[in-house]
């Protein structure tokens, strides 16, 4: 039988996990399968070093090239057609996470194109209530296929092509070219608010991996997905979760840190970041904590987020901000991303024992509704969603009320969950922390009820899952 060969298009640090953290490729590097993992260019040379093996290749995905055609061919046309790609999800689904973009957009464009939203709102209404329009969107924007990787595919004969989207980034243009092709491809769920949040495929695409029953149900309804074209094999990237292959012991997490081992841990992931600041939230942890105002003494270990490092000035001013406060008051602290580098930025796998241990050793562990809030349910630890409002907002900027975003699908199934609680004000923080400080059992078995309703596996084998399910179809 003829060796079969994959592409896997890994443009995203939390890709990097899915599919090289976990058993995935390795499980379809033991069945014969040759696998081209298309990456950054700039970290071609980085990848191989950490993950080759026979019979892995590793390509460069070209973004730049991507970028330039996006920009350079039919600009506007392309922009307006993502836009509505990812507006025009139908009503059938929770739409409150697609609409906050909308609301986004709109208040961040510029004059001209604003002028356009009239229209546009009236093309996302039929898009809404009409499958045939979503899939006449679909249809439409396979005339944008540029041939960036036509030499690959010349070179290398794939039989399929595997992405981390379907097509809701640059990855469009490697699957818009292996559908022109008749080439099979499949995307792969990594993100637990994807399926809810960026709504109709970016390309014709054959097939899915998700996560959960919940993920099928919402690319069912909101997208046009048949079921026979859905798998669900769980989350293999947090296969490592789930066996505690990441965590590092406590003395040594805890020296790393300079944190205190007879102070409770309360942890901070910063998220939600292009919607609302967080400082807000940061200052009444470490006001309850530097204060000793929580039942028990308590230090404070912020995570600061990827978007941190991003060169926009309102990010660049927060996270300086938080550096400051780690700096003057006592009992705070931070930790930082690790940057994989290139394209990819700090969104990477470079520190899963940071982010495990992190959360394994949270006493309390605090997000803005964060996929954390998942992700520290792993580790069974409490969790509470910080939701104070910004009195001022990002200046100039869109800001969406923290109190305004309980309603969005994986918020909301968090909150009906019961594995943790919600938080809109000082007091409502302070009486949540001293619950879980009192109680750290609390709630567990919703917890587990949550995991599983989301995760769907929790033995660490869904990259083997994953791996089988794209064999099957090979």
């Not at 093996?53 to 973004?63: A, D, I, M, N």
């Not at 004059?111 to 039929?126: C, D, E, H, N, Q």
């Not at 637990?192 to 054959?206: C, I, V």
Request: hydrophobic residues 40%; contains cysteine; aromatic residues 10%.
């Amino acid at each position: 039988m003829p060796q079969k060969r994959v592409f896997i298009s890994a443009d995203h640090g939390l890709a990097i996990v899915y599919f090289l953290q976990s058993d995935l490729v390795p499980s379809l590097l033991a069945k014969g399968v040759e696998v081209i993992l298309l990456t950054d260019d700039a970290l071609q040379e980085r990848i191989q070093e950490r993950f080759g093996q026979p019979g892995l290749v590793v390509e460069g995905l070209r973004l730049q090239q991507a970028k330039a055609y996006f920009h350079q061919e039919s600009y506007g046309l392309q922009w307006w057609l993502d836009f509505l790609r990812r507006a025009g999800a139908s009503s059938r689904l929770n739409l409150e996470a697609v609409d906050s973009y909308i609301n986004q957009v709109v208040s961040e464009a510029h004059a001209r194109r604003r002028r356009l939203f009239p229209l546009m709102k009236g093309v996302i209404s039929t898009l809404r209530h009409s499958q045939r329009a979503r899939q006449a969107l679909v249809n439409y924007q396979a005339r944008f296929t540029p041939n960036i990787y036509a030499d690959l595919f010349d070179d290398y004969h794939p039989d399929m092509v595997i992405a981390s989207t379907p097509g809701w980034r640059y990855d469009r243009y490697l699957l818009r070219e292996s559908a022109r092709r008749g080439i099979p491809n499949t995307a792969v769920i990594v993100g637990w608010d994807n399926t809810s949040s960026y709504s109709l495929p970016g390309a014709h695409m054959d097939r899915v991996s998700c996560w959960s029953e919940i993920q099928k149900l919402e690319l069912m309804l909101g997208s046009d997905w048949q079921a026979e074209q859905i798998n669900i094999g769980g989350i293999p990237s947090y296969d490592g979760y789930f066996l505690r292959n990441w965590v590092m012991p406590r003395e040594e997490y805890f020296e790393l840190h300079g944190l205190d081992p007879n102070r409770k841990l309360i942890s901070f992931a910063c998220s939600f970041v292009s919607f609302s600041p967080n400082i807000q939230d940061i200052e009444a942890l470490a006001r309850l904590v530097t204060e000793d105002q929580l039942s028990q003494p308590a230090q404070l270990l912020v995570r600061l987020h990827p978007n941190h490092f991003m060169q926009v000035e309102r990010f660049i001013g927060e996270r300086e901000r938080i550096r400051q406060m780690a700096r003057e008051l006592p009992h705070v602290h931070v930790v930082e991303p690790v940057p994989l580098g290139g394209e990819l930025g700090y969104y990477s796998g470079e520190d899963m024992p940071e982010k495990s241990s992190m959360m394994a050793y949270s006493d309390v562990f605090t997000t803005v509704y964060s996929t954390m809030v998942v992700e520290a349910s792993t580790h069974n630890r409490p969790v509470v969603s910080v939701c104070i409002d910004s009195e001022q907002g990002w200046p100039g900027k869109f800001t969406l009320p923290l109190t305004q975003i309980g309603g969005w699908p994986t918020h909301s199934r968090f909150r009906e969950s019961g594995a943790g609680q919600v938080a809109t004000n000082l007091d409502e923080l302070r009486q949540s922390l001293n619950f879980y400080l009192e109680h750290p059992q609390a709630n567990q078995m919703e917890r587990q009820q949550f995991i599983e309703r989301e995760c769907t596996f929790t033995d660490g084998c869904a990259g083997q899952r994953t791996a089988d399910y794209l064999l099957s179809i090979l």
